[in-house]
């Protein structure tokens, strides 16, 4: 007989062993773990693009305020003291107490530092993990 080596338990077992199916533990935990690893990665990464897409945005608000600055001088031979004579709207920004303007991530002060022939605007923000605040200048003198 070809069956007659074995008990009936043991063709039982064999049998459960072929029809079995799934992951092992050891497999599903590989998984999670790449995945995690993978997840790590990417918020790394995103926090590094949002960083970068604030900065930009900052630059392009002070670009803004330079441009603004030199047609309000062509009109008044003097650079405008706050954003409020400037008369352009920056997006997603309030009006502070000081008439300087506060956005979601930064802040931007205008002021005359060298008299009325003379501008300067800052961008500040605590961006990333370091103790140093992001400071962006824009200025001219004349």
Known sequence: MEGACCSLNERRAIEMK??????????????????????????????????RADRAEAVLILEA???????????????????AELAFQIPDTQVVA?????GQKYRYVLSRPWGPKSWM?????????????????SYERM
């Open 65 to 83: 305020t330079q441009t603004a600055q030199f047609a309000y001088f062509a009109a008044q031979d003097a650079f405008a003291p706050s954003f």
């Open 121 to 137: 605007c800052s961008a500040s923000a605590q961006l990333d993990d370091d103790p140093f605040p992001d400071v962006l200048v």
């Open 18 to 51: 072929k029809t079995r199916s799934g992951f092992t533990l050891l497999e599903l935990m590989v998984v999670v773990g790449i995945t995690g690893l993978l997840g790590m990665m990417g918020r790394a990464h995103y926090a590094g693009s949002s960083v």
């Open 98 to 102: 000081d008439g300087n303007l506060a």
